[in-house]
């Protein structure tokens, strides 16, 4: 097969990409990347929303089967029979004979704080008892 002229009248026989089209292509690989990148970050901070609010279901079943065998509910996360996910961190400041609150934060999830409580206690934003609610 003989190689066809080009616009120079020169004959051209190499095989290769030119100058422009590598940089066609490499604009439109930034452009994919500008549009892929920040979707990503938003996909994983919902998965770790979602984590923590799994978490913070999973200490309520935790407390009430605490409050089966000692009739109180615990302020202690370690007196729980409950583990974590990863990087997330559970705080149960109040924990009383008939209430309970918890907070979870994620180190992925930078200012997102998910409550959950029970009974009458105060200094939550959680709107609704027994609903988890994140800010």
């Known amino acids: 097969m003989d190689p066809a002229p080009n616009s ?5 026989t190499s095989h290769g990409f030119t100058l422009i089209e590598l940089l066609i292509v490499i604009v439109i ?6 549009i ?14 979602s984590a923590m609010k799994t978490d913070l279901r999973n200490l309520a079943s935790a407390q009430e089967a605490y409050f089966v065998d000692y ?5 202690s996360v370690g007196s729980l029979e409950f ?3 990863k990087d ?3 705080s149960l400041p109040v924990g009383t004979i008939a209430s309970w609150r918890a907070t979870a934060s994620h180190i ?10 029970y009974g009458n206690t105060t200094g939550t934003t959680a709107t609704q008892e027994g609903l988890v609610t994140c800010s």
């Open 8 to 12: 120079f009248g020169l004959m051209r």
């Open 29 to 34: 690989i930034g452009i994919l990347a500008m």
């Open 36 to 49: 892929a990148v920040p979707q990503y970050s938003k996909t994983k901070e919902r998965a770790y929303v």
């Open 71 to 75: 009739y109180t509910y615990t302020s």
């Open 83 to 85: 583990n974590t996910s």
């Open 88 to 90: 997330v961190t559970i």
């Open 108 to 117: 992925g999830a930078i200012g997102v704080v998910c409550e959950l409580y």
